[in-house]
């Protein structure tokens, strides 16, 4: 069965400082997708970025990019002059190509400090 | 385009009592799904839909019902409510045809029983 782990249940930055949050998985599939939600104070859940499992390359997003070690599992976030608005909980992500199904980590706070 | 809808947004219940919370989606996505939220841990899936009239069960399924008449609608039913079933609940949908594809959360229920 696939996981995902977030091994961070909270971080904190400065504002405008860089942050990098960590997210690792497990899986035998192939051809799959990850995935950053951020989740405000509101309860809205928001994507931020994902990934396509083939593409070497590593997706961003204005301030938001990703580091993707495919060997490895491993799936970061790292977030660059980081905003007050940042200020969420940040979830990673899992779907396998053919099936819809989101497997979600627990959670990272990130907190950002004035 | 009003998004992803879900009503209530706070409901509190007795054991033992049924409702059903609503959700609908404006966007023409054949893909719906329904997770539950609880504190310290990741989303779960409880039901999907790929289409009117096709449901299938998530990791969470035991004490939910769903249906899928209309592209529009997918009710989620609580048939006789615990307090196991205490949670912040998100209605999603998206475009089939790839899992890369966005899915877009409604704004949650909060629901106690009591």
């Known amino acids: 069965a696939q996981t995902v782990t977030q091994s961070q249940p909270e971080m904190s930055v400065q504002e405008a400082e860089t942050v990098t949050l960590s997210c690792t998985y497990d899986?035998?599939?192939?051809?799959?997708?990850l995935f950053w939600y951020k989740q405000p104070p509101s309860r809205q859940m928001i994507l931020v970025i994902r990934?396509?499992?083939?593409k070497q390359q590593n997706a961003t997003e204005n301030r938001f990019s990703v580091n993707f070690q495919k060997a490895a599992k491993s799936f970061s976030l790292k977030i660059s002059d980081s905003q007050l608005g940042d200020a969420a909980m940040y979830f990673c992500?899992?779907?396998?190509?053919?099936?819809?199904?989101?497997?979600w980590g627990a959670g990272t706070k990130l907190i950002i400090k004035p | 385009n009003a998004g992803v809808t879900q009503t209530p947004k706070f409901q509190v219940l007795k054991t033992g009592q049924s409702m059903t919370l609503q959700c609908a989606q404006d966007?023409?996505?054949?893909?719906m799904s329904w997770y539950r939220q609880d504190p310290g841990m990741g989303l779960r899936l409880i039901h999907y839909?790929?289409?009117?009239?096709?449901?299938d069960q998530g990791e969470v399924p035991n004490g939910y019902n769903v249906s899928r008449s209309t592209t529009e609608d997918f009710p989620l039913r609580l048939l006789s409510a615990a307090p196991s079933q205490t949670s912040v609940y998100f209605c999603?949908?998206?475009?089939?045809?790839?899992?890369?594809?966005?899915?877009?959360f409604g704004p949650g229920t909060r629901l106690t029983v009591l």
């Open positions: 990934q396509e499992a083939y």
């Open positions: 839909s790929v289409g009117a009239g096709i449901t």
């Open positions: 999603a949908s998206s475009f089939s045809g790839s899992s890369y594809n966005e899915q877009f």
């Open positions: 992500a899992y779907s396998r190509g053919s099936n819809y199904q989101l497997i």
């Open positions: 899986t035998s599939e192939s051809d799959y997708y």
């Open positions: 966007m023409n996505h054949e893909y």
